[in-house]
């Protein structure tokens, strides 16, 4: 008997597109801010990219930016989306909203700890990298298995490093040497249980 050899299928795992801070400079985790013009313009550039693409299903985080992005690609198509809070960016708690000069004057000597412990730091009543690995790893894990055609999932700039990071077998605590941008696309091909990252961090030529 002939053997079968196994489907290959893609996931097309992006990013958001930009977000509207007004010049600031501060850290968004699952703050609530919605996209800016340009990132309403990135995520639009991707549906034109992707008209002869049918996603199987798109999948993002219930955080509006996410949300924002997935429905301006999916149009009138959002039978197709699937919102999923565990695709939430991590939880920076108290530090929520501020920039670093902030924290360092409200909670001195940690912005130091985070960068030398980047992987275990927990800010105060937030997540580490190793919690949101935690949180949303095991769902990419139960989409790709159950994935035959392409589906997009729109996730955020750490929840698509701690995946790159485990598909790469890259140590988390080096997870800011792959680039997210805003609006940047990862190809991953599955082929059975062997994943391989085709492209990674392209962005939109807008």
């Excluded at 400079?25 to 995520?43: D, F, H, N, T, Y």
């Excluded at 996410?66 to 919102?83: M, P, R, W």
């Excluded at 485990?166 to 249980?193: C, E, H, M, V, W």
Aim: hydrophobic share 40%.
């Amino acid at each position: 008997m002939r053997e079968t050899m196994p489907k290959k299928s893609c996931i097309y795992l992006l990013r958001h597109g930009e977000i509207d801070l007004q010049g600031q400079k501060v850290l968004i985790g699952q703050m609530e801010v919605p996209l800016s013009a340009r990132g309403k313009e990135q995520a639009l550039w991707w549906k034109n990219q992707w008209a002869s693409i049918s996603f199987a299903r798109v999948y993002c985080s219930d955080l509006v930016r996410s949300q924002q992005t997935a429905k301006l690609i999916v149009g009138d198509n959002e039978d197709f989306l699937e919102i999923l809070p565990q695709l939430r960016e991590i939880n920076l708690g108290r530090w929520e909203g501020l920039s670093a000069d902030d924290i360092e004057r409200s909670f001195p000597g940690e912005w130091s700890k985070r960068g030398s412990n980047i992987d275990e730091y927990r800010p105060a009543d937030g997540e580490s990298f190793l919690d949101l690995r935690t949180r949303a790893l095991p769902l990419f894990k139960e989409i790709v298995a159950q994935t035959e055609t392409p589906v997009l999932i729109v996730g955020h700039a750490g929840v698509n490093r701690v995946i790159l990071c485990d598909l790469l077998g890259i140590p988390l605590k080096n997870l800011f040497r792959l680039g997210q941008d805003y609006g940047a696309l990862n190809i991953i091909d599955s082929t059975g249980a062997d994943l391989r990252l085709r492209i990674m961090n392209m962005c939109p030529d807008l």
